[in-house]
Structures are given as C-alpha cells and as structure tokens.
C-alpha cells in the first residue's frame, strides 16, 4: 500500500491574479514571490476552468485547454502545460458552480500539483482529493516551496476527516478503494452516542453502512465532521460525465466490470441535444461537434451493454427530460440519499431527499459499491414566513438569500441549507425545488425541505404514492437539532431582485437597479428555461405575466427575442394542455424542446457577443456560463415582464 509522504516544488507557483496582463507575464515565464499585495481571483468557477466545450474531451487533451473560459479572456491552448505551474494560487471560492471533475483533472494533467486558496469550494475540493490533487488553504505553505523545503503529506491532511486523509495520503479514491476492499484499509467506526439530529443527520445515519462485510445499513447518530460511507439509493450521470466515469469505471475494475444496481441508476442524454445550433465556426473547426457527439454514442453503448435506463434525445429534438426534473418527477422519493454527476442534484433535496452532486470518480466508484463516502455536514437552518407579495417569487426568495453576506463570505461552503418555517410550507413542490436547486449557488453542499402533505399530493399525481413513504412524512429535524446558523426572512417585504452579472450572489432589488446601472438595462435575450425556470409553476408564472399582455395586443419588440425551454416532456405537456403553447407563441416567444440548453451555453438562448444582455430564469451566471454576454439573474415574472419591455422591468 503506497502513500506519499511529502510534496517538493517541481515546478513553477502561478498567481491566478486579477491583473491580466501580470497573469500573461507569469505563464510567459516570469516567477513572483508571494505577497500580500497580489490581488488575486476570486469565485474562479469551474465553468472558467474547463468551459462546456472543453468538457467534450475527458483524458489528457483537458489540459491543453485548462482556463480557456477565464474571465481575463486570452488564455492560449497550451499556455498552462508550457508555464510547467506544480502550484496554482488564488483567492476566495475557488472551484465554486459545476461539478465538474474535468476542472481538477485538467489542472492536474497540465502539472498541477497543488491548489492554494482561501478557501476550496466542497464539490471542487473532494474532487481534488479523488484524483490525487492536493490542496491548502494555507498560503505560508508557498516559500517553504519555493526555498526547495519538502513539505510532509500532513500539512495536506490538517483539518480532514480520517477518511479524506486517507485518501490524500493515497493519491485519491481509487487507490483507497482498492486497498479498502482488499481489507488494507478500514474506515474508522462512527461512535457518535445518541443526540438531537437534524434532519439531514438522520437520514445519513440511516442510511451509514455500519458493516460492509454483510451489508447492514444504519448506526444511531452522525454529528457534523464524522467520515463513513453511506449506501445511496439512486445513482445518476448524463451525457457530459458518464463517459468520462465508464473510463474511470473500467480502468479501476477491468473492461468486464459491472453496475451492480442498473434498478436504481440512470443515465440522461440531457445537456448537449441543441449543441449544433450555437456551437461556433471556430470550435466545429476545432472537430468539436465530433467530440461532443462521441460522447452521446459512448453513454449509449455504455447504458446498453450494462442495462441502465437512459433518458435518451427524442427524434423531434430535445430530451424527455432534464435529469433534476426527471428526479422529481419519476424518481426521487422522501428520506433517500441520491448522487448525481451535476451540482443540481441538490433539486431533489425538495422531495425531503438528502441529493447531493458528485465527481466522475465518485459516481464510478458508486457504481461499483453502491455507497459513498461523505463527511456529514453542517447544516444552516432557513426559516420563511410571511405570504409572498404579488410579483414575487420563490426565485427572488433565493436570490435575497444568497446575497446575505453570509453566504458572500463563503461560510456556507459544504454546509447544507435546511428550508423551513410556514412561508415554505405553503409553497408548492415547484417553488420549493427553486430553492433547494440554488442552494449550491451558495456555496452549499445541497438543499432540503421536510417532505409533508404537499410532497404526497405531488407524488399521487405523478403517480408514485406508495404506503410504505408514510413514515418519511413525519421525519423531521430534532427540535433541539444543532445549526451552524440560522436564518429569518419575512417574505411578506420581500421585493423582486435580480443578480448582477458574474455571480449569483449579486442579489440586489430589482427598483435599485437604474441606480447602479445610471439607467434602465436594455436587453437583447429574455431566457425561460432550465432545471430551474422551466418547471410547470414557471409556465404558470410565464402565462401570468403574457397572458394580459397579448389580451392588449402586446408582443415581444423587435431587438429582442425570447425563449421559453421546458424542463421535462411532462412539462410541455402540461404547457399544452393549459393553453400556454399558443399564449407564449402570440406573445412572441421561441418555444424549445427539454435540454440544459442556454444555461450550458449548448442551446438556442446563449449569447454569442460580449455587449448582448441577458435576463434569464436559470440558476447561475458566471462569466462566460451562457455565451459571451452580461447575464442578470431573475424570476420568470421579471424575465416574462423584461422580455415585453425590452427592458428590465417588474412585472406589473
């Protein structure tokens, strides 16, 4: 059983700095000594790292391209591989957005060994611990480097769980499994004595393995920071990650390996159905559409030779359905534990599910083991009350939220949001799922809300109400439970927001807008759509918003054009049936098919100019997320009101 011991600079430290012209100097091989003068970058997004286009390829060819997407704009195919940077240093929120493990994979394969920064986004932090990257929030780390000083493996394992350690002392998970499973290494028994739990707490402890020898499942109590793995209940990649986990999958067990649970686990062709529409000259040039489409035949083959359910394109464009939706819908079930290969997975923590995004490696790992292996968070606790004021929404509730200087100063990374109180018990599952489905935009690990009556009339409806879910309606969080923090919000003052672009904890009220902006805000695309803002409430809410306009002879004005994406088929349907279809067509809007879409920038929607404005319903908008252009966040009422105005506007 190999660990490392130590890590000696071999190589440069490159500062990721706001400064783009002292970042071009670096990578053309000027070295700077650490100082707190540097400015450095913060919230560098994975979107940033590995742009959607790079995620095409998923071997060595990442590193060629790593930070083709960063803000600074600039950055050549293979600058990083020839700057040769063992050490990649910036500021707050590092890794934050996507669970994209391409991120961390290029790095590591453009030399990369460290990664220093304040602090080191959950999802992005595990993922460098699953493939050997080491990190650090320690800066006095860098001159020990750079005077030639080899630095013991413990300073890279302060501050983890045993597990994790473990992990980093074996150069990741595949190597740890490999010496788990072989009885080299055993993860420490859980001895936690009865407590109060939240509620999080208590589906993890149900659901710990307690011994992997027989399989026996639950251990009395977790409290935050315990390691243990947990048996998870569904398990699902889509057409981005899944071939890249089939890789992982095969090289750690062989090419005869197989899922051993396909009941449970699924696979969505649900990210790049539109991508011939926007994709660029310049990147089909590059063979590109040729890569993204071998990655649709790769999960096809991978699905069909180990019998896994896939959500598959449909011939008149489009997917069944967007995998968080298609969770909701047809899958997710209250008190579960499910793992998907996309940072909104936390959508299904509206059904009362403990969902949480994971890497490739992670998934490949699950594959095989059905469990995985987590640090039980801490939890902050949101408490809503008060009744919605007409003109706002579930979305501004989250964009009030995630710009409480809180969540801006990172101290929710890794923790969990626990949404209750009586303003979230009278929304529908639709609104709940907004919230827990941004709750990664804080930096979070997920979002839950307490299953209750709400959650078993959605689940009659859709047909999925069995008498055995009866006990999930009543477990509820302790009402001694510990909290990390805790937040109160009167929604009943709550005006509409939108974020200002570059980050989704840009909140601001949407009348402070001309002031910050010293005018009103033309926009050019007026976006609907995602696993956020595509749902059937949204619909309801796009209608509530046009149906009087077109009443009055109104339609979206020339300049601007509008899209309308519909989450799932069922949502479509549903649209139909309303009579929606044919109000947002009257309205002027452009109706599109299930997919991610624009909010991968892999559909109509994106922008494709950096001075276009975009006003849109998803969930993110990091630099580069949807195209080029300036992106503000907010609620289908104002993304319906702005589309009509051509201006960003509330809703009347």
């Not at 209250?334 to 299904?348: E, F, K, R, V, W």
Request: charged content about 20%.
């Amino acid at each position: 059983m190999t660990q490392r011991s130590s890590l000696t600079l071999d190589g440069r430290v490159v500062y990721l700095t706001e400064s783009a012209e002292l970042l071009k100097q670096q990578l053309a091989g000027e070295d700077l000594a650490w100082s707190e003068d540097i400015a450095l970058l913060d919230n560098i997004s994975t979107d940033e790292i590995t742009p959607g286009w790079v995620c095409f390829f998923y071997d060595e060819t990442l590193a060629r391209y790593v930070y083709a997407g960063l803000r600074h704009g600039g950055i050549e195919k293979d600058a990083f591989i020839n700057a040769r940077p063992a050490v990649l240093v910036s500021g707050v929120s590092k890794g934050c957005g996507s669970s994209r493990e391409t991120a961390p994979y290029a790095e590591k394969w453009a030399g990369v060994q460290l990664i220093v920064a304040k602090n080191i986004e959950k999802i992005y932090g595990q993922n460098c611990q699953n493939i050997g990257l080491l990190t650090t929030t320690d800066f006095g780390i860098l001159e020990r480097l750079r005077r030639g000083e080899a630095v013991d493996i413990a300073e890279f394992t302060r501050g983890l769980d045993a597990i994790s350690a473990d992990i980093v002392r074996m150069g990741g998970l595949f190597p740890y499994n490999r010496a788990r499973l072989g009885g080299q290494v055993t993860p420490p028994e859980c001895t936690t004595p009865p407590r109060p739990m939240n509620l999080v707490e208590k589906i993890i402890a149900a659901h710990a393995v307690a011994d992997a020898r027989t399989g026996r499942l639950g251990i009395p109590a977790v409290r935050p920071g315990d390691a243990l793995f947990c048996r998870t209940d569904v398990r699902f990649t889509h057409d981005y990650v899944t071939p890249m986990a089939a890789a992982l999958f095969r090289e750690f067990l062989g090419p005869e390996a197989r899922v051993v649970d396909t009941a449970s686990t699924y696979a969505f062709r649900d990210h790049l159905t539109f991508l011939d529409k926007v994709m660029s000259k310049q990147h089909r040039q590059m063979g590109l559409l040729e890569h993204a489409n071998a990655l649709k035949t790769t999960q096809e083959a991978f699905c069909r030779a180990q019998g896994i359910r896939l959500y598959d394109e449909l011939p008149a464009g489009g997917s069944e359905a967007i995998c968080h939706n298609a969770v909701l819908e047809d899958i997710g079930e209250p008190g579960q534990l499910i793992i998907g290969s996309d940072s909104h997975t936390c959508t299904a923590g509206a059904l009362g599910t403990f969902a949480f995004g994971v890497g490739a490696t992670d998934i490949a790992n699950a594959w095989y083991t059905n469990d995985i292996r987590l640090v039980v968070p801490e939890v902050v606790r949101v408490d809503l009350r008060g009744q919605l004021p007409r003109g706002v929404s579930a979305k501004d509730v989250m964009l009030k939220i995630l710009s409480d200087p809180y969540i801006k100063a990172g101290k929710a990374i890794g923790q969990v949001l626990e949404f209750a109180g009586p303003a979230v018990e009278a929304m529908n599952l639709d609104e709940r799922a907004t919230l827990t489905n941004m709750a990664v935009e804080g930096a979070a690990t997920t979002g839950i809300i307490a299953a209750d009556g709400v959650t078993r009339t959605w689940l009659e409806l859709q047909g999925r109400w069995r008498p055995e879910l009866a006990p999930m309606l009543s477990l509820r969080s302790d009402p001694d439970a510990e909290y990390a923090h805790r937040f109160e919000l009167d929604l009943s003052a709550l005006r509409p927001l939108v974020a200002l672009p570059g980050d989704p904890r840009n909140g601001i009220f949407l009348d402070e807008l001309e002031g910050v902006n010293k005018g009103p805000v033309a926009i050019q695309i007026a976006y609907g759509g995602s696993c956020t803002g595509g749902k059937k409430t949204d619909m309801d809410l796009y209608a509530e918003v046009l149906r009087p306009a077109v009443a009055k002879g109104q339609r979206v004005p020339d300049g601007v054009r509008f899209y309308i994406q519909f989450g799932s088929q069922q949502i479509k349907q549903y649209a139909e049936a309303q009579g929606y279809v044919t109000l947002f067509e009257a309205a002027g809007a452009e109706l599109i098919n299930p997919s991610c879409g624009a909010c991968i920038r892999a559909g109509p929607g994106v922008s494709d100019d950096p001075n276009q404005v975009t006003v849109s319903a998803i969930n993110r908008n990091f630099p580069g997320r949807s195209g080029p252009g300036k992106v503000y966040l907010a609620s289908p009422l104002v993304v319906a009101a702005s589309a009509l105005a051509g201006f960003i506007v509330e809703p009347t």
